[in-house]
């Protein structure tokens, strides 16, 4: 008897810089200085970019913010909310991007990957890769 493997979306690397670009779009257009990073469904980075101005440290947090996001099928703000109602059994999750700017990339109810912002206030973050991922049509 034959197995029949069901088939599933993929991010591609041409979405990934559009969704980059249309991020950094977004970005410049407010005079903001971030770090955008696209990640595929299993949390491994496709694309990172610093604009000018960009803290170092949001090269780290914004491939972090895309992993929990993208792990978790969910926005990574999910469990920033669940950590500041006190559930901060959620600390101990092995994950390091709880903070708002996680965005899933989600194509017929199906996540594909994620994008993830850093270097302006956490909802801002999160305007940015919403930004990026309209452009994807998601």
Not at 114 to 127: F, H, I, L
């Amino acid at each position: 008897m034959a197995l029949t493997l069901p088939t599933k979306r993929t991010l591609t690397l041409e979405a990934a810089k559009l969704a980059v670009a249309a991020c950094e779009a977004h970005a410049r257009e407010h005079g903001w200085n971030v770090v955008i990073a696209v990640v595929d469904d299993g949390g491994h980075l496709w694309c990172l970019q610093r604009l000018d101005g960009a803290a170092p440290i949001s090269s780290e947090i914004a491939p972090a913010k895309a992993r929990t996001a993208a792990l978790g099928r969910r926005e990574s703000k999910a469990y920033e909310d669940r950590i500041n109602q006190g559930r901060v059994a959620f600390l101990s999750a092995p994950m390091h991007g709880m903070l708002e700017g996680g965005v899933p990339i989600v194509v017929d109810g199906e996540c594909v990957g994620a994008v993830g912002v850093s270097g302006v206030q956490s909802t801002e973050d999160a305007q940015i890769a919403r930004a990026g991922i309209a452009a994807l049509g998601a």
